[in-house]
């Protein structure tokens, strides 16, 4: 990777991590990780996260409640406020009972789909790895070029590119994290559980 491909990359994180940092606030912490159950909705449709989409969401889905609804009929959706440096910006929270299961994010138009942030293992991972699964089982050990440490409310979080899929974003928690915002050292980091994962429409 040259270097300026992997700053672009690092550019590439930073952003996002700007946009998503109030989403995190309101998230609930108390989901339940290990649920391992695939299976979406009381219809039992598995609603599976690719490359190209969440379940029918895709680059060409627009932000809305009449959309969102539409697409996840079994869950609950329900469009928040959350804020951002004092403004006021609409996200789509969609959840099972008191599961948050995704958070959906508008571009800055509020017309398209920014990202979605999966939360919760009823979610699938068509790429793999469902949420807890640990670092070492994701990426060869001491491969952390395609990492970046977390700012303000994701301090301690390691953000990594999910293998060879430029538009989603592993995000690790674990301890051990130094305090000077570096990435842990390759044999701490190998411990780390995958804690949500973030998609976003690929150009």
């Not at 952003?15 to 989901?31: A, E, H, Q, R």
């Not at 996260?49 to 329900?78: L, Q, R």
């Not at 999966?118 to 699938?124: C, G, H, R, Y």
Request: proline share 6%; hydrophobic share 35%; net charge negative.
């Amino acid at each position: 990777m040259t270097n300026q491909y992997g700053q672009f990359r690092q550019a590439a994180i930073s952003f996002i991590l700007i946009v998503l940092t109030s989403v995190f606030i309101s998230s609930c912490d108390d989901n339940d990780k290990d649920d391992n159950n695939a299976s979406g909705g009381e219809s039992g449709k598995t609603v599976i996260m690719s490359a190209d989409k969440v379940g029918p969401i895709n680059a060409d889905s627009p932000f809305n409640m009449h959309n969102i609804t539409e697409a996840f009929p079994d869950y609950s959706v329900v469009e928040e406020l959350n804020y951002h440096l004092g403004a006021p910006y609409p996200v789509i929270r969609v959840s099972k009972g008191v599961k948050t299961l995704m958070i959906i994010n508008p571009d800055q138009s509020q017309k398209k789909i920014f990202s979605v942030i999966i939360e919760d293992n009823l979610i699938k991972n068509g790429l793999g790895h469902p949420l807890g699964t640990t670092y070492s089982k994701v990426y060869a050990f001491g491969q952390t070029e395609e990492c970046q440490m977390g700012s303000e409310d994701m301090a301690g979080k390691v953000l990594c590119y999910a293998p060879k899929t430029p538009n989603v974003l592993y995000v690790f928690n674990g301890k051990g994290a130094n305090g000077n915002n570096a990435l842990p050292p390759a044999e701490v980091l190998q411990g780390w559980s995958l804690e949500s994962i973030i998609w976003r429409p690929a150009k």
